[in-house]
DNA sequence: CGCGCGTTTGACATGACTCAAATGCTGTGG
DNA sequence: CCACAGCATTTGAGTCATGTCAAACGCGCG
């Protein structure tokens, strides 16, 4: 249990992370995750030229929808988003939740227009890359692009786990994981791992988890009655990560 | 019914399209479906060099497992393959299908390791691409790097419609998905999109959508009482494609 | 403060799984 | 070339995890 939250806020809020349009990347706190790891200065500042910083959204604003044309991809820079693909029917797959140094649009790349959308799961912002300036300037700076690659590979081997857990896995197992993959994410950005806002709705998570909501309900109070997890609306307390990951399957 | 099959055989077979290990790329008769694609006549050649085509790999070889370190990329030259990850207890899923001109590996770019595994469903051939030279030579050949992300981003779209089908689908709608999926890369090749060999066995296409074998083996026999389809053993004819369209979801 | 929606909880239904057994196919060795 | 062994596939019967329907609750937003 012995947690070392050093700098870390008892509850997270990535939407507080970082409101200032002005920030140039080499200032921002999500440096270290984002885009331009690897990069050396002079790149840099090209980047800082490119990209495009958002105003704040607030929660449910979209950020592109699978009827749009492909122009940008898109970073977190605080808050958080979702992203679903719709079939003919109108149902929907949620296919991801996104955080503060994630990318969002990856998938839109070799096509037209997006494939899936997007919107924010709370007061959220972005930082956006002109997809046509980013394949000019390739020549320019190949370590962007190593970088683009990496991403991609990323997100593929997560999904790629994803199909593992939606084909595979039982009702608890899916959950367990989940919430230690959440866990995982926000321990990677500064904050505490057991102690966390779900942003998102229990809708949300049990559509991306291939649940009913009712499911994800019982099993929030199952978990809680064994003790695992103390769950309280949108703040969550993991109190049992080993029994959470042996719970993963 | 009026299906224009000009050049293409009664039934596929994937494993007799290209066997010569001498073929050079702009050779091949995979080159517009492959990663050349857009490469201008200096870097194919320099491509054509780093490339190594491999000898005939009989069924069940494995190309690489998620315990061995990331080498290479693949490109399917003949035959398929298959890509699973493993859970922790053994279970593992079908991440994928692979054919010709198609690649193997992506998901693998940003770590030391394979995080899936990789084998051949039937006599099969590959190009490698040893991955530490195309770093090298992205600099060179930024127009492959750009083939690189289209070919990634591709691929995680597909899979976010994958976990469409794994998370919403019904036993129906997802066999009749990945039926008409199948159709449809088999048509891109250059065969009938309407008979074709299943080159994989029922327990894979299960594993593959989350369903268990005795589901699929009486999902193939409705379909065929119903007229949609015939099938015998691993021969495949699509008698109404609008059907399963419709069944899609 | 009150309305509305998101969440929880309960009762019941069912699609797909598991278990079991027959059948068929494939590859191998005599 | 055929016979056999072993594995893949099919088919049937019964069960179960999870979904669906319904209703109460309560939090959060306006």
Redo the contacts between chains.
């Keep these: 249990m012995a947690q070392t939250n050093t700098v870390t806020p008892l509850f997270n809020d990535l939407a507080k992370i970082e409101h200032d349009r002005n920030v140039a990347c080499h200032a921002c706190s999500l440096y270290s995750l984002c885009l331009p790891l690897g990069l050396d200065n002079n790149d840099l500042v090209k980047l800082d030229t490119i990209i495009e910083r958002s105003q704040n959204y607030k929660r449910g604003h979209t950020l592109f929808t699978s009827k749009q044309p492909f122009k940008s991809l898109f970073v977190v820079r605080s808050g958080s988003f979702k992203?679903t693909?719709s079939?003919?029917?109108g149902?929907?797959?949620v296919?991801g939740f996104y955080f503060p140094g994630e990318f969002i649009g990856?998938?839109?790349?070799?096509?037209q227009n997006y494939?899936?959308n997007a919107r924010s799961l709370e007061s959220s912002s972005v930082c956006e890359l002109p997809f046509s300036n980013l394949?000019d300037i390739?020549?320019e700076m190949?370590q962007l692009?190593?970088q683009?690659?990496?991403?991609?590979?990323?997100?593929?081997?997560g999904?790629?786990?994803?199909?593992?857990l939606?084909?595979?896995?039982t009702a608890d197992e899916k959950l367990a994981t989940f919430l230690l993959s959440l866990s995982k994410r926000f321990q990677e950005r500064g904050f505490s791992a057991t102690n966390f806002q779900l942003s998102m709705s229990r809708s949300d998570i049990a559509?991306?988890?291939?649940l009913a909501v009712e499911t994800v309900s019982r099993l929030f109070s199952r978990f809680q009655e064994e003790g695992w997890i103390v769950i309280a609306g949108k703040s969550l307390v993991i109190k049992n990560t080993a029994k959470l990951e042996q719970l993963?399957?």
Excluded at 166 to 169: A, N
Aim: glycine share 8%; charged share 25%; hydrophobic share 35%.
């Design positions: 992203t693909i079939a003919a029917d149902r929907d797959q296919t990856l998938d839109a790349i070799h096509q494939p899936s394949e390739g020549k190949p692009q190593i683009m690659l990496t991403r991609l590979s990323k997100e593929l081997a999904d790629k786990n994803l199909m593992l939606l084909g595979k896995k559509n991306h988890l291939g993963c399957g």
